[in-house]
């Protein structure tokens, strides 16, 4: 029962175009999003996040979008740079609940091309 | 600003033998979790813990398994008596507080069952 979905398992973009990855979720109470960059032979490193009340979270070169009705989320990185190439997961976490575990996508992997 | 430090970063162990993984969190960070990334696959929560405290153990498999996080030195995992099938890695993460909070990772122990 795979609750977060990543169905993109590969992404390639050009250098200084916007990248676009895509998560899906199936659990109506999450309520809190995150986005972790991993190389290979690393940890997560986290990205950006965004709690449901929210639509839109920016950072830098990083957006993401939350679709609550849709049950989507979608993160957008504007100019795409070569260092950005790396497996991107999404994770929903439920707040409220006993604990704060984190359920994982299966991640995307991005190659942007110089 | 020391960051979530896991050793040992590569750990072989025969079919039968015992592992040892551990974790110390971020300064000031007490809540800790563990996650398992099988090869191929999303990261999977295993076991939620606070000091002295086992709160969440839901992902963690029935036998062998066990975590801990004293009051004193970092936290623990045990794997007793390993298969092949326990190779993956193994991620440690932590966080300040428990909601709507960013958990940072570790760089992973890598386990590989001869």
């Known amino acids: 029962d795979q609750q977060v979905k990543q169905n993109s398992p590969s992404l390639s973009v050009q250098e200084g175009r916007i990248s676009i990855l895509n998560c899906d979720y199936t659990?109506?109470?999450?309520?809190?999003f995150l986005w972790y960059k991993k190389y290979p032979a690393e940890g997560p490193t986290f990205l950006i996040s965004?709690?449901?009340?929210?639509d839109k979270n920016e950072d830098g070169r990083f957006t993401v979008f939350l679709n609550k009705s849709a049950k989507h989320l979608s993160l957008h990185i504007v100019p795409s740079q070569p260092g950005d190439s790396a497996v991107y997961f999404c994770?929903?976490?439920?707040?409220?609940?006993?604990?704060?575990?984190?359920?994982f996508g299966t991640g995307t992997l991005l190659a942007v091309q110089p | 600003n020391a960051g979530v430090m896991q050793n040992p970063r590569h750990l072989v162990r025969r079919r039968g033998q015992e592992a040892r993984l551990r974790c110390s969190p971020m300064k000031g960070h007490s809540h800790v979790y563990w996650y398992r990334q099988l090869p191929e696959e999303g990261l999977k929560f295993m076991v939620y813990?606070?000091?002295?405290?086992?709160?969440?153990e839901s992902g963690m498999p029935k036998e062998r398994f066990s975590a801990e996080f004293p009051k004193e030195g970092p936290s623990i995992l045990r794997i007793q008596q390993v298969v092949r099938g326990d190779s993956a890695a193994y991620f440690c993460?932590?966080?300040?507080?428990?909601?709507?909070?960013?958990?940072?990772f570790g760089p992973g122990t890598r386990l590989l069952v001869l």
């Open positions: 994770a929903a976490s439920d707040y409220g609940g006993a604990t704060n575990k984190l359920i």
């Open positions: 993460a932590s966080s300040r507080y428990r909601d709507l909070e960013t958990q940072y």
């Open positions: 965004i709690s449901s009340i929210k």
């Open positions: 659990n109506s109470m999450f309520d809190y």
């Open positions: 813990l606070q000091k002295e405290n086992i709160i969440d």
